[in-house]
């Protein structure tokens, strides 16, 4: 008997909560014109910062080693004074899992996942991001 209450009781609870639903108005968004607000934790598409007009990345590539899916391509650059740049920075937002360890593990905070979710294209093709493009994105 004791052992039929206690399977009884969580049974319940989940259909109360199940049944409650019902009885409660559907959340409807006007898409274009209203848009969902979106938690902070969110991680939408890359973006690379500026300071005074310049990237802040310095191509030292420890975002590229920590992506888990492969997806950031960097290729550095020294100027005679000694600084590094990157002159290619790729990243295939398709082959992304949007985990957030290029951001982490980024020392100079150049690399940011903002809370944009909404890109599409045609084409995969478009969703190859260059180092312009992923400047751009802040802006």
């Known amino acids: 008997m004791n052992t039929i209450i206690k399977t009884l009781v969580p049974l319940l609870k989940g259909l109360a909560?199940?049944?409650?639903?019902?009885?409660k108005k559907p959340v409807t968004y006007q898409y274009p014109e209203k848009k969902r607000e979106v938690s902070e934790r969110w991680r939408g598409l890359h973006?690379?910062?500026t300071e005074n007009g310049k990237l802040?990345?310095?191509?030292?590539?420890?975002?590229?080693?920590?992506?888990?899916?492969d997806v950031i391509k960097v290729e550095r650059r020294e100027t005679p004074d000694g600084r590094s740049f990157p002159v290619k920075f790729d990243v295939t937002v398709t082959r992304c899992i949007f985990c957030g360890y290029c951001?982490?593990?980024?020392?100079?905070?150049?690399?940011?996942?903002?809370?944009?979710?909404?890109?599409?294209?045609?084409?995969?093709?478009?969703?190859?991001?260059?180092?312009?493009?992923?400047?751009?994105?802040?802006?």
């Open 103 to 139: 951001q982490e593990a980024c020392p100079k905070d150049a690399i940011e996942l903002t809370r944009n979710y909404e890109f599409c294209d045609y084409t995969r093709e478009d969703f190859d991001l260059s180092r312009d493009m992923l400047a751009k994105i802040g802006e």
């Open 56 to 69: 802040k990345c310095v191509a030292c590539g420890l975002c590229e080693a920590v992506c888990p899916a």
């Open 47 to 49: 973006r690379l910062k």
């Open 17 to 23: 909560k199940t049944f409650s639903y019902i009885f």
